[in-house]
T-cell receptor, first 109, second 115 residues
Framework: GQNIDQPTEMTATEGAIVQINCTYQ??????LFWYQQHAGEAPTFLSY??LDGLEEKGRFSSFLSRSKGYSYLLLKELQMKDSASYLC??????????WGAGTKLIIKP | IAGITQAPTSQILAAGRRMTLRCTQD?????MYWYRQDLGLGLRLIHY???????GKGEVPDGYSVSRANTDDFPLTLASAVPSQTSVYFC??????????????FGPGTRLTVL
């Protein structure tokens, strides 16, 4: 079967750095997405990786290793507004998105 | 309209009733999707449409139907609601159908409770 694994919850301190990991086992791979979802709101796009390596976008970076079935989202200089759930999703061989359950990130002052 | 909208925002429904959730986008995206989101589970695809006039089944299609008469609208119908369909429903759209590599844009969601 297809599976996306992420930690259920993480806690970090304002101003610090946090890394959210995602491992996947899917039928085929056509890219990996990270989305942010604040409580009670819709998911919003953060990043897309299809090649191995690190993609940097401001305070957020996303890394992919296809051979290891592994990705991480790195958030730097954490702000209180970064408190949200972070969703990992993989585009499978049928070009359908398979979603992880999400990681709830709690930021403490 | 700016982006993608859903109606209603929330609804309480008696079991056995028929219900249609509405979704409209003004971005001229060819692909649209319906997901449900339940606590502790990832988003699960119910139905999708790669282009107007075509639809396909996702991971959890049973009890739901969709239509795509035009580019902008993608309604989701529950023919006879059951309590297990209590969930938050998200509609989404993207610029590419089929070979999706672009991001999906999500509507604000409909919170549905079936009693």
């Amino acid at each position: 079967g297809q599976n996306i694994d992420q930690p259920t919850e993480m806690t970090a301190t304002e101003g610090a750095i946090v890394q959210i990991n995602c491992t996947y086992q899917t039928s085929g791979f056509n890219g990996l997405f990270w989305y942010q979802q604040h409580a009670g709101e819709a998911p919003t796009f953060l990043s897309y990786n299809v090649l191995d390596g690190l993609e940097e976008k401001g305070r957020f970076s996303s890394f992919l290793s296809r051979s290891k079935g592994y990705s991480y989202l790195l958030l730097k200089e954490l702000q209180m507004k970064d408190s949200a759930s972070y969703l990992c999703a993989v585009l499978d061989s049928n070009y359908q998105l398979i979603w992880g359950a999400g990681t709830k990130l709690i930021i403490k002052p | 309209i700016a982006g993608i909208t859903q109606a209603p925002t929330s609804q309480i429904l008696a079991a056995g009733r028929r219900m249609t959730l509405r979704c409209t986008q003004d971005m001229r995206h060819n692909a649209m999707y319906w997901y449900r989101q339940d606590l502790g589970l990832g988003l699960r695809l119910i139905h999708y449409s790669n282009t107007a006039g075509t639809t396909g089944k996702g991971e959890v299609p049973d009890g739901y139907s969709v239509s795509r008469a035009n580019t902008d609208d993608f309604p989701l119908t529950l023919a006879s609601a059951v309590p297990s369909q209590t969930s938050v429903y998200f509609c989404a759209s993207s610029d590419s159908g089929g070979l999706v590599t672009n991001e999906q844009f999500f509507g604000p969601g409909t919170r549905l409770t079936v009693l």
